[in-house]
């Protein structure tokens, strides 16, 4: 069974930092790009980054760009999704998701195969 589990998220005031972690089982963790997500209140979910695990290139949504980091743990089959400077329109919940092949910066929600259950992340102001 193919499993993508994410945590991290908790509550952090504006400027503040977290790191999200998105583990996966059940699949070979070297095929599958993995891309983040996220769903605001009220608002559609849209995709923020994406690393492709083939050539470990990276994409980063304008709206994050410069404050996010992906990195990934061979070893753990992890993505950590690394938040600086957070800001309250960060708020939102986070979700990983895992991508046969490379991913691309349309973040095209039908391409990614599995999907995590999401982690809560609110910024104060």
């Known amino acids: 069974e193919v499993q993508l589990v994410e945590s991290g998220g908790g509550l952090v005031q504006a400027g503040g930092s977290l790191r999200l972690s998105c583990a996966a089982s059940?699949?070979?963790?070297?095929?599958?790009?993995i891309g983040w997500f996220r769903q605001a209140p009220g608002k559609e979910r849209e995709g923020i980054s994406c690393i492709s695990r083939e050539d470990g290139s990276t994409y980063y949504a304008d709206s994050v760009k410069g404050r996010f980091t992906l990195s990934n743990d061979n070893a753990k089959n992890t993505v950590y999704l690394q938040m600086n400077s957070l800001k309250p329109e960060d708020t939102a919940v986070y979700y990983c998701a895992g991508e046969w092949g490379p991913c691309s910066e349309n973040y095209y929600e039908s391409e990614y195969d599995y999907w995590g259950h999401g982690t809560q992340v609110t910024v104060s102001s």
């Open positions: 059940g699949l070979i963790f070297d095929d599958y790009a």
